[in-house]
């Protein structure tokens, strides 16, 4: 058999999607299974998006320009300028996902071999990136127990080394709920000041903050204009997960025309997709979606929050932002766990599928007795979903 690349050897499977089968043999059993494992909100995607798409759908399907559609990038830049961020056409490159985003970011500023700071726990697909691009992951740590704060400057420091290039960062947290104070936010800053690194800021849960929580963007640092880069996604703040439109942006304009060249090669992003998302952006309608969404995601992160805390052994720190918990369970092996509660564990023939934590960490054997919840399901469900937990820790630590 001929060999496959060392490359595709590596590159890990992903926590979140990696025990679909499982979550599938116990449907094809007859559960019902309450998916927590994803980042999938269930609020409909709003009505706007899809008029975009039914209006432009005729004719030819081209190409879009490799940077986007003009019109798409004016109402990305009148968005963004909402946020108090300015930023021209040159500025901004739509992107296929964030996931491409962050891969063009990767891209332009490292090389193989290279180092990237990130805050751990980290959105676990950032280890597939890393090691897409040849770049190895230097982990920050943080911990549930401190809210998932930031550690003080001279512990950063003491990661930097002459292969790191740049800190990346999520803001709010995706896979931990937390939101950066603007001290934590210019303390970074002055790391990357001091030590000539870029910035990388993953910005898809920007509104997606609760309790007066406010995330401030890296665009919006002064003093790090020409290392700042944005990556951004529309998947979450509009429901559009299946859209695969992302954005990236900088003032750094050797960032943007390295970062086109990518965006060159891959020749162009979705075309319809970005039709519907000029309309919505266009609309009266789509600030009232978001604020409605997020004062329903509050609800659902209210309810998890308090339920988890009802449960013996676990721990986990008040979400103020995102849609995710990172939860400390009192098991040994939390993917054990959720194995078990996919193929061995049912409460009135409905179980519960989650995000084994371990590979949301790039320090070997951290978060091995973690997972990470999304609550993006209604209130009834997640009410439900939380029970089930709640009854299948019992009944598996009487068996431990």
Excluded at 94 to 119: K, N, Q, R, W
């Amino acid at each position: 058999m001929l060999p496959i690349s060392q490359r595709a050897r590596t590159v890990q499977a992903s926590p979140i999607r990696k025990l679909k089968p499982l979550a599938d043999q116990a449907k094809r059993a007859g559960k019902r299974v309450y998916h927590l494992n994803i980042g999938q909100p269930d609020i409909p995607t709003p009505k706007e998006y899809f008029d975009g798409i039914r209006q432009a759908a005729q004719g030819v399907l081209a190409y879009s320009p490799s940077q986007g559609l003009d019109e798409a990038l004016d109402a990305l830049a009148e968005y963004y300028r909402t946020f108090g961020i300015a930023l021209t056409r040159d500025e901004l490159i739509v992107t296929t996902g964030g996931s491409e985003a962050i891969t063009f970011a990767l891209l332009a500023v490292t090389d193989v071999g290279d180092e990237i700071l990130v805050p751990e726990p980290f959105y676990t697909n950032y280890n597939s990136y890393a090691q897409i691009t040849g770049v190895q992951i230097v982990p920050i740590e943080t911990r549930a127990e401190e809210g998932f704060r930031l550690p003080e400057r001279k512990l950063i420091e003491s990661k930097i080394t002459p292969k790191t290039r740049a800190i990346l960062f999520c803001n709010p947290g995706n896979p931990t709920g937390v939101v950066y104070t603007k001290a934590e936010l210019e303390m970074l800053a002055e790391i990357a000041r001091t030590h000539h690194l870029y910035l990388i800021s993953d910005e898809v849960y920007r509104e997606f903050t609760y309790d007066g929580a406010q995330a401030i963007s890296a665009l919006q640092l002064s003093g790090v204009e020409d290392r700042a880069i944005l990556v951004d996604s529309i998947s979450k703040r509009f429901s559009a997960c299946g859209a695969r439109l992302g954005v990236i942006a900088s003032k750094n304009a050797s960032v943007m025309e390295s970062a086109l060249k990518f965006a060159q090669a891959r020749l162009s992003p979705p075309t319809l997709e970005q039709y519907g998302l000029i309309h919505l952006l266009k609309s009266s309608q789509y600030q009232n979606y978001v604020r409605e969404m997020i004062s329903e995601f509050a609800r659902r992160r209210d309810l998890v929050y308090s339920e988890l805390q009802r449960m013996p052994g676990v721990i986990c720190a008040k979400p103020q932002g995102a849609f995710y918990v990172i939860a400390k369970l009192p098991v040994e092996d939390a993917e054990h766990f959720v194995r078990w509660l996919l193929t061995d564990f049912a409460l009135q023939n409905e179980t519960v599928m989650l995000a084994p934590a371990a590979e949301f960490y790039a320090t070997p054997g951290k978060g091995r007795d973690e997972v990470r919840i999304a609550y993006v399901l209604n209130t009834d469900a997640l009410r439900r979903a939380m029970r089930i937990l709640r009854e299948g820790l019992q009944a598996y630590t009487k068996t431990r």
